[in-house]
């Protein structure tokens, strides 16, 4: 049976493992606990028997007007546990919070442009490639960064793609 629950501070001693995967982007201790402290309702784990993490989903809410989103800033699932839809139960998830709590206009992440298998997944969940960002991993790799509309974007003016490529500098964060 897996249990998913909001992220708490003694699971950042018991995740490591889930992080093993090397498109899984790692943060230190202080990046973990400020989302933790800051957006507690975007950090969750899916927990197993035993109390073994199998995976978890880190996000934020930000910006302002109609760029108001939730953000995926992180989900990861153990490879042991693939397959097991755990990754659309956690997107799901942050999706619904920022739709119904936060009234957010939709929900962005960004993935490696060589991930492919996380691309087609995002897209199985309704997400476009709403930009491409030049050298955004590293300054090597781009990045694609993927919305989806939530019901607050009616038009679904939030994921008209834009026509070229963007750098890292032309994003806006806040």
């Known amino acids: 049976m897996t249990t998913i629950r909001r992220f708490c501070c003694d699971d950042l001693l018991r995740f490591a493992s889930v992080n093993l995967d090397h498109l899984t982007e790692t943060f230190n201790m202080s990046f973990y606990m400020t989302y933790l402290a800051r957006w507690p309702d975007y950090f969750h784990v ?63 992440l960004f993935v490696r442009a060589s991930n492919t298998p996380a691309i087609k997944m995002y897209e199985k969940l309704g997400y ?24 607050r974007d009616v038009e679904k003016k939030s994921i008209i793609p834009l026509k070229r490529p963007v750098t890292p500098d032309e994003l806006e964060y806040d």
């Open 128 to 151: 476009v490639i709403y930009r491409r960002v030049l050298r955004y991993y590293s300054g090597e790799e781009d990045g694609l960064d993927m919305r989806k509309a939530l019901s």
């Open 46 to 108: 899916a927990e197993g028997p035993g109390n073994k993490i199998m995976g978890y989903i880190m996000g934020k809410v930000e910006g302002q007007g109609e760029s108001w989103h939730g953000h995926v800033t992180a989900v990861t699932v153990a490879s042991e546990y693939r397959r097991q839809q755990l990754a659309k139960k956690l997107m799901n998830l942050l999706e619904d919070i920022s739709d119904k709590i936060d009234k957010a206009y939709f929900v962005d």
